[in-house]
Protein backbone atom coordinates (compact mmCIF):
# COMPACT_ATOMS: atom_id res chain seq x y z
CA UNK A 1 0.00 0.00 0.00
CA UNK A 2 1.15 3.65 -1.22
CA UNK A 3 1.01 6.48 1.01
CA UNK A 4 -0.05 10.10 -0.50
CA UNK A 5 2.76 12.08 -0.11
CA UNK A 6 1.96 14.24 -2.66
CA UNK A 7 -1.47 15.81 -1.34
CA UNK A 8 0.38 17.16 1.41
CA UNK A 9 3.56 18.50 -0.03
CA UNK A 10 5.74 15.45 0.95
CA UNK A 11 4.57 15.05 4.69
CA UNK A 12 2.04 13.63 6.51
CA UNK A 13 1.19 13.40 10.20
CA UNK A 14 1.47 10.65 12.44
CA UNK A 15 -0.24 10.35 15.39
CA UNK A 16 1.47 8.64 18.47
CA UNK A 17 -0.71 6.54 20.65
CA UNK A 18 0.18 4.26 23.22
CA UNK A 19 -0.79 0.86 22.01
CA UNK A 20 -2.11 -0.10 25.36
CA UNK A 21 -3.92 2.89 26.77
CA UNK A 22 -4.74 4.33 23.52
CA UNK A 23 -3.52 7.67 24.86
CA UNK A 24 -2.35 10.22 22.60
CA UNK A 25 1.70 10.74 22.88
CA UNK A 26 2.54 13.22 20.28
CA UNK A 27 1.77 14.18 16.74
CA UNK A 28 4.71 14.73 13.95
CA UNK A 29 4.96 14.47 10.40
CA UNK A 30 6.37 12.31 8.30
CA UNK A 31 8.39 12.54 4.66
CA UNK A 32 8.85 9.62 2.55
CA UNK A 33 12.06 8.47 3.97
CA UNK A 34 10.95 8.65 7.43
CA UNK A 35 8.06 6.71 6.52
CA UNK A 36 10.15 3.79 4.96
CA UNK A 37 12.69 3.94 8.11
CA UNK A 38 10.00 3.70 10.94
CA UNK A 39 8.76 0.07 8.53
CA UNK A 40 11.62 -0.96 8.39
CA UNK A 41 13.28 -0.38 11.57
CA UNK A 42 10.18 -0.62 13.91
CA UNK A 43 11.13 2.48 15.41
CA UNK A 44 9.72 5.87 15.56
CA UNK A 45 10.98 8.17 12.95
CA UNK A 46 10.24 11.44 12.21
CA UNK A 47 10.65 14.93 9.65
CA UNK A 48 11.84 17.52 11.65
CA UNK A 49 10.41 20.79 10.03
CA UNK A 50 12.17 23.09 12.21
CA UNK A 51 15.36 21.60 11.70
CA UNK A 52 14.95 20.00 8.10
CA UNK A 53 16.34 16.76 8.69
CA UNK A 54 14.98 13.14 9.74
CA UNK A 55 14.84 12.29 13.54
CA UNK A 56 14.73 9.53 15.02
CA UNK A 57 12.52 10.04 18.44
CA UNK A 58 14.60 9.27 21.65
CA UNK A 59 17.64 10.01 19.46
CA UNK A 60 18.90 11.93 22.38
CA UNK A 61 16.68 11.09 25.56
CA UNK A 62 16.81 7.63 24.77
CA UNK A 63 13.38 7.34 24.95
CA UNK A 64 11.88 5.83 22.06
CA UNK A 65 9.00 4.66 20.49
CA UNK A 66 8.99 1.00 19.36
CA UNK A 67 6.11 0.65 16.62
CA UNK A 68 3.42 -1.92 17.47
CA UNK A 69 0.93 -1.15 14.82
CA UNK A 70 0.75 1.47 11.53
CA UNK A 71 -3.10 2.60 10.66
CA UNK A 72 -3.31 4.59 8.00
CA UNK A 73 -6.67 6.89 7.42
CA UNK A 74 -9.33 6.32 4.14
CA UNK A 75 -7.57 9.08 1.98
CA UNK A 76 -3.94 7.25 3.02
CA UNK A 77 -2.37 10.72 3.61
CA UNK A 78 -2.23 10.15 7.21
CA UNK A 79 -0.88 7.51 9.71
CA UNK A 80 -1.11 6.30 13.62
CA UNK A 81 1.95 5.04 15.50
CA UNK A 82 0.64 2.51 17.96
CA UNK A 83 3.50 2.47 19.91
CA UNK A 84 5.33 1.13 23.12
CA UNK A 85 7.39 4.21 24.87
CA UNK A 86 10.62 3.40 26.42
CA UNK A 87 11.21 5.45 28.69
CA UNK A 88 9.28 7.70 31.36
CA UNK A 89 7.67 9.99 28.95
CA UNK A 90 8.17 11.29 25.01
CA UNK A 91 7.47 15.24 25.38
CA UNK A 92 10.70 17.28 25.55
CA UNK A 93 9.20 19.32 28.21
CA UNK A 94 9.07 16.23 30.10
CA UNK A 95 5.58 14.89 30.28
CA UNK A 96 4.46 11.47 29.70
CA UNK A 97 2.43 13.16 26.67
CA UNK A 98 3.22 16.20 24.40
CA UNK A 99 -0.89 16.89 25.31
CA UNK A 100 -0.30 18.05 29.04
CA UNK A 101 -2.24 20.49 28.90
CA UNK A 102 -6.29 21.10 29.04
CA UNK A 103 -8.37 24.37 28.21
CA UNK A 104 -10.08 25.40 31.27
CA UNK A 105 -12.12 28.53 31.64
CA UNK A 106 -10.55 29.97 29.12
CA UNK A 107 -6.90 29.00 29.77
CA UNK A 108 -4.51 26.59 29.31
CA UNK A 109 -3.86 24.65 32.41
CA UNK A 110 -1.08 21.36 32.99
CA UNK A 111 -2.99 18.85 34.42
CA UNK A 112 -0.24 16.73 34.52
CA UNK A 113 2.84 15.72 36.38
CA UNK A 114 6.28 15.75 34.88
CA UNK A 115 7.52 12.02 34.41
CA UNK A 116 10.99 13.56 33.55
CA UNK A 117 13.78 16.75 34.26
CA UNK A 118 14.39 17.40 30.54
CA UNK A 119 17.10 19.40 31.79
CA UNK A 120 18.80 15.96 33.08
CA UNK A 121 17.83 13.95 29.41
CA UNK A 122 18.62 17.02 27.04
CA UNK A 123 21.74 18.05 28.56
Known amino acids: M ?8 GLIPAIVQDAVSGEVLMVAFMNEIAWQATVDSGV ?7 RE ?3 I ?5 GHKL ?10 QDAVVLRVE ?7 HEGFRSCFFRT ?10 V ?5 AEVYA
Open 2 to 9: KLDFEKTD
Open 44 to 50: ATFWSRS
Open 53 to 55: KLW
Open 57 to 61: KGESS
Open 66 to 75: MVKEIRTDCD
Open 85 to 91: AIGPGVC
Open 103 to 112: LTNGEWVEND
Open 114 to 118: RAFDP
